[in-house]
């Protein structure tokens, strides 16, 4: 299960399912998107356990990734999820600030979960390594590449051009032989990076454009289980978080307790305002509601009054909306983790996505240049 492929199914709605299993986390990362603390809240496992075994192999997920805050502090419920998404034939990646490493080494418990998963994302950056040295994670991840598992390495800056962006990933690069992919991402203002990057800018969101052009949203294409177990359609934080009242109703699609993987999914595919989103981009889906917003403060406030969600609606039921609809979703698909990786990953680092993918794995894939000092 290589990174290019969570990233090939990121255009095709509920493809996949994020599921946080616990804000709590022992690292206090000043970038923290979701401001994780040891005492912060976490679902009951039975809760979680019970929704995924409503996944069947005739309708379930194609990958399960669980979050946090840090989810190997639940290791036994990592593996009985992972265990149970397999058996209905759901892939399951994990992602982790990899506390564990700077104790020497990886728990029995932690073991048996990363054992049980078919995917570990490991973050590793500035903010991490203050509290994990990077020598120690790299030696675990070392470790997990040498016995099979199949890895990806989660790098985040402050600017495209942070020195500390190239040193880490030509760290990474000879350590692990260019056999692990490594996705890079710049910090958001979401969480305790919000107060970060208070002043620098950072949290200012972009105007919306002047035209009206269609521009697909790719954030709304995977239900999220948030801490509390309220299912989202959207992985923004400040949705999955609820901030300002909790999420409006249209982003909404349940809760674990009530409804099941069926019921999720039939909602984050047949809802028109989804749909709209997804195909077209809140932006241009709001029209003149949008003006002077940025996509995400369209979604959440301008599509959640009444009267444009309504008008959004009637045009998404007119037979040429939805024939421009299927083929703007075509093209999407038809991009797959290539066009993903070109609006979302720091540009220069774009390559490094495909490391220990076959060749040629995605048409027009960028080479790789070479690590600063040569990678083995």
């Not at 039975?46 to 979050?67: H, I, K, N, Q, Y």
């Not at 996509?295 to 421009?324: F, N, Y």
């Amino acid at each position: 299960m290589h990174l290019l492929d969570l990233l090939a199914a990121r255009a095709r709605p509920a493809a996949a399912l994020h599921m946080a299993l616990t804000r709590r986390c022992p690292l206090s990362c000043a970038h923290c998107s979701t401001a994780s603390t040891m005492d912060a809240e976490q679902l009951d496992a039975a809760l979680l356990e019970e929704f995924v075994a409503t996944f069947t192999p005739g309708d379930r997920p194609d990958f399960l990734l669980l979050t946090g805050g840090e989810p190997l502090l639940r290791p036994g419920l990592v593996r009985r999820l992972a265990l149970r998404a397999r058996a209905a034939g759901c892939r399951t990646q994990v992602t982790s600030g990899m506390f564990f490493a700077a104790r020497g080494g990886v728990p029995g418990p932690v073991a048996r979960a990363l054992d049980a998963v078919d995917h570990v994302a490991a973050s590793v950056d500035a903010f991490h390594e203050r509290e994990v040295p990077r020598g120690a994670v790299l030696r675990v991840l070392r470790g997990l590449l040498d016995a099979g598992k199949d890895l990806s390495v989660q790098v985040t800056g402050f600017a495209a051009d942070d020195p500390y962006l190239r040193e880490v990933t030509d760290d990474i690069r000879r350590e692990l032989e260019d056999r692990v992919p490594v996705l890079v991402t710049l910090v958001r203002p979401a969480g305790r990076a919000r107060e970060l990057l208070s002043g620098t800018g950072g949290d200012a969101a972009p105007a919306a454009p002047g035209h009206s052009l269609p521009d697909p949203c790719s954030m709304a294409a995977w239900p999220v289980v948030a801490f509390d177990g309220t299912v989202v359609a959207c992985c923004n934080q400040d949705v999955v978080d609820g901030r300002g009242g909790g999420p409006p109703a249209h982003l909404t699609l349940g809760h674990i307790a009530t409804d099941d993987w069926a019921t999720v999914r039939e909602r984050q595919l047949g809802r028109p305002v989804l749909r709209g989103i997804r195909a077209f981009g809140p932006v241009h889906l709001a029209g003149g509601a949008a003006r002077g917003r940025g996509p995400c403060d369209t979604c959440v406030h301008a599509l959640a009054a009444g009267p444009v969600a309504e008008e959004a609606e009637a045009s998404l039921r007119r037979p040429r909306t939805r024939a421009m609809e299927r083929a703007l979703g075509q093209l999407v698909e038809a991009g797959g983790a290539e066009a993903f990786l070109r609006r979302h990953v720091t540009e220069r680092y774009r390559p490094l996505a495909h490391l220990g993918a076959p060749p040629a794995r995605v048409p027009g894939a960028p080479g790789v240049p070479e690590a600063q000092g040569g990678a083995r």
